[in-house]
Nanobody
Framework: HLVATGGGTVQDGGSLRLSCRTS????????LAWFRQVPGGEKEGLAT???????TYADSVKGRATISRNNELNTLYLQIDSLKPDDSAMYYC????????????????????WGQGTRVTVSS
């Protein structure tokens, strides 16, 4: 069970820190990721963090986003800076037991566990 929080409305150029808490066991062993989706659009993988804390990013957020995890708190984070109106979407945290070498944005992976999403709106 993944619960994402931290969404909201921010101005163009602002920042947000999304959090995702889980009550599940073996959090540290999971590949974790953030996706987003706009209404009518495809799900877009943004960032992944493996069990060994290796990270990958999509070009759309590379240099503006930082994914991190705290295994003691069973919490995943996504810090996004320099937000743009195009970043407006529903953001989802996801998890699966991919090994570190397969925990990547590209090639894309089909994750089993999805949170309920948190909405981000960037106003111009």
């Amino acid at each position: 069970h993944l619960v994402a929080t931290g969404g909201g409305t921010v101005q163009d150029g602002g920042s947000l820190r999304l959090s995702c808490r889980t009550s599940g066991s073996s959090f540290g062993a999971h590949c974790l990721a953030w996706f987003r989706q706009v209404p009518g659009g495809e799900k877009e993988g943004l960032a992944t963090i493996a069990s060994d804390s290796t990270t990958t990013y999509a070009d759309s957020v590379k240099g503006r986003a930082t994914i991190s995890r705290n295994n003691e708190l069973n919490t995943l984070y996504l810090q996004i800076d320099s937000l743009k109106p195009d970043d407006s979407a529903m953001y989802y945290c996801v998890a699966d037991r991919f090994p570190a070498g397969q925990c990547t944005v590209f090639p894309s992976r089909t994750f089993t566990y999805w949170g309920q999403g948190t909405r981000v709106t960037v106003s111009s």
